[in-house]
């Protein structure tokens, strides 16, 4: 069964330095997301891309983040210079036509900032 | 401002009981309604999805929606000890095709 999958699984950092997460979603979807869950709250959305471009943003997704697809197969969310308050499980996910709006997420990455 | 409620929880249930889970919306334009479950430090898994009024049966799961109450629910027949996980609602606006997400209910299933 096609999945998403995420890179890496957890990664620590210090406070002030920058974080790549990687994702490959499913090969034949078109929508892909980033979304956020610290520790005992609310999945949060932070990004949505369709077509090389951002379609919608949250507060939460200011400055210090950007999404980019390198090439055909990778979706990536860069935090510019991490804060502790950045520590949280990421999660990506991808839809196929957008129209259902059933989302698929990946396993997650965990950042820890120290 | 959306938003998504859910009762946090615990709800406990004993094996073989029906589970009910609730969920209420503030977005009246919402159109598109998903259940997801979440194991303990796992991500979100789709369980059902449901667009439109009435029920939608998915073995042993039921989708109901009630648009004028802004009311979503999921039923659980047949509760098992590996249904017992954080339950979350998420709903999809009329414009754009992000999710929000309700806090979660945990549900809890003792054999």
């Known amino acids: 069964e096609p999945e998403v999958t995420q890179t890496p699984s957890h990664q620590v950092t210090q406070m002030g330095q920058e974080v790549i997460l990687r994702c490959v979603p499913i090969?034949?979807?078109?929508?892909f997301y980033w979304y956020r869950q610290i520790l005992g709250q609310k999945v949060e959305f932070l990004v949505s891309?369709?077509?090389?471009?951002?379609?919608?943003k949250s507060e939460i997704f200011d400055d210090q983040f950007s999404v980019e697809r390198p090439d055909g197969s990778n979706f990536t969310l860069k935090i510019r210079s991490t804060k502790l308050e950045d520590s949280a499980m990421y999660f990506c996910?991808?839809?196929?036509?957008?129209?259902?709006?059933?989302?698929?997420f990946g396993e997650g990455s965990r950042l820890t900032v120290l | 401002q959306k938003e998504v409620e859910q009762n946090s929880g615990p709800l406990s249930v004993p094996e073989g009981a029906i589970a009910s889970l609730n969920c209420t919306y503030s977005?009246?334009?919402?159109?598109?309604f998903f259940w997801y479950r979440q194991y303990s430090g796992k991500s979100p898994e789709l369980i059902m999805s449901?667009?439109?009024?009435g029920d939608k049966e998915d073995g042993r799961f039921t989708a109901q929606l009630n648009k004028a109450s802004q009311y979503v629910s999921l039923l659980i027949r047949d509760s098992q000890p590996s249904d017992s996980a954080t339950y979350l609602c998420?709903?999809?606006?009329?414009?754009?095709?992000?999710?929000?997400f309700g806090g979660g209910t945990r549900l809890m299933v003792k054999p």
């Open positions: 891309f369709y077509n090389n471009e951002i379609s919608e």
């Open positions: 977005d009246r334009g919402s159109q598109s």
């Open positions: 090969s034949n979807h078109l929508y």
């Open positions: 996910a991808s839809s196929g036509t957008g129209e259902t709006g059933e989302l698929f």
């Open positions: 449901i667009y439109s009024n």
């Open positions: 998420a709903v999809k606006g009329n414009a754009g095709n992000m999710l929000t």
